[in-house]
Structure formats: C-alpha cells, structure tokens
C-alpha cells in the first residue's frame, strides 16, 4: 500500500466511448502525476498538477484530459482513443519544496483500447 | 541533454548472491535520484531516494550509493532473495522541478 489509489485497474473500451481513470492520494502531497507505460519504452510524463494548477502538460494528444479538483484527488479522461494508447496508466504524488520530491505510484490502471 | 542508462538490461543471478544494478548519467547537476522496483503489470515502489548533497542511502538489504563526479549510482542487493525478482529503475530530476529523467530498467531474476 504505497498510499496513492487508482480505479479503475482494469479499463478495455472501445474508440468512441468515453471512460475516465481516477486517482486518489493520502499522504498529503502537493503535486500529482500522470505517466503513460508501454510496452519495452521509458515512462513518459503526461501531466503534472502543483497546488491543483497544471504546471506540465507534455504534448499529449488532446483526446486526453486531466482534471484535478483538490490536491488528492486527480483525473484523466478519455475519449476518441485509439488502439496505440493501450498502455499502463500510472498516477504519482510527491511533496514539493525543499530536498523534496520523493514520487509515490498507485498501482496503475491498464487501459485496453480496441 | 541528460540521459540515464542501465545496464545491464537483464541480469540472472542464484539466490543467496549479493549483487550490484548500475544506472548511469551524462549530466553531473542534478536534484536527486531515486531507485524504483517494479513487478510485472504494476505499478512502481520507491525503494531510495538520494538527495544531490548524499553519498548513499541505505534499507534494510538495500545500499543505494550516488558519484556525481563519475555520473554514477549503484544499488546493492544484499543476500539476494526470489522475491527480490522485478524490473529496478533509476530515475533522476535535473533542474526542471517536476521533469524525471528514467532510465530504461534492468531485469533482475533471482534462481531459488
């Protein structure tokens, strides 16, 4: 139990739907993460929230859309996927300041697209 | 450009051996580095977290040593366990405040 939670962890939809994976942190951080695994390549930072504010935003399509209303709390909506974004979905928290920054992952969601 | 390499890639060992997983860096100004486990299909474990002013950190069976002079650090697995098996990532942040930079990982599988 790392402290960051992430629903679903199993998520197969089709191109046209709309789904969205959910993150939830507990351990009273102020920034918040989302990466994108697949297979056999390096995870790539999507989007990160400081204080609720987004404050990276690393080209991702805009068939992805994140949403965080609180500091625990962390969205990525989805929608007109495609199959090249089946991926493992990983949230992550970290408390930024000073010698900070120490990241905590959920335990990832698997999105299959068909 | 900072990049971060591991290697090796995958790396098989007996039980019971103590071994040594290697993650290099080509820019010496850095933050902090962190080492990470994960299993397959989940998500990643902070294991260590090595601020920029550290040599090393340790836990438990766990030494994580940094040498920024040399672009170095090393993470050492003592009395190496089955359950020890997983894929191990370096990741370091560089000026940039929220920007990893991640190495791409090494397979380490652990022979009973």
């Known amino acids: 139990e790392t402290g960051v939670t992430q629903t679903p962890r199993h998520l197969v939809m089709g191109m046209t739907n709309k789904k969205s994976l959910k993150c939830e942190q507990h351990?009273?951080?102020?920034?918040m993460y989302w990466y994108k695994q697949s297979a056999k390549k390096p995870l790539e930072l999507m989007f990160v929230y400081s204080l609720e504010e987004r404050v990276e935003n690393n080209s991702v399509p805009s068939r992805f859309s994140p949403e965080c209303p609180n500091s625990s709390h962390l969205f990525l909506h989805l929608h007109t996927l495609q199959p090249e974004d089946s991926a493992l979905y990983l949230c992550?928290?970290?408390?930024?300041?000073?010698?900070?920054?120490?990241?905590?992952f959920g335990e990832g969601s698997r999105l299959t697209v068909l | 450009k900072q990049e971060v390499t591991q290697i090796p890639a995958a790396l098989s060992v007996p039980e019971g051996e103590n071994l040594v997983l290697n993650c290099s860096f080509t820019?010496?100004?850095?933050?902090?580095l962190q080492w990470f486990r994960q299993d397959p299909g989940k998500g990643l474990t902070s294991l260590l977290l090595?601020?920029?002013s550290q040599r090393e950190q340790t836990s438990g069976r766990l030494n994580a040593s940094l040498d920024k002079s040399s672009g170095r650090s090393t993470l050492y697995i003592a009395a190496s366990q089955p359950g020890d098996s997983a894929t191990y990532l370096c990741?370091?942040?560089?000026?940039?405040?929220?920007?990893?930079?991640w190495g791409a990982g090494t397979k380490l599988i652990i022979k009973p």
């Open positions: 990741a370091l942040r560089g000026n940039s405040n929220y920007q990893l930079i």
């Open positions: 820019d010496s100004a850095i933050y902090n």
């Open positions: 992550a928290s970290s408390q930024e300041g000073w010698a900070s920054g120490e990241l905590f």
């Open positions: 351990l009273g951080h102020n920034a």
């Open positions: 090595i601020q920029s």
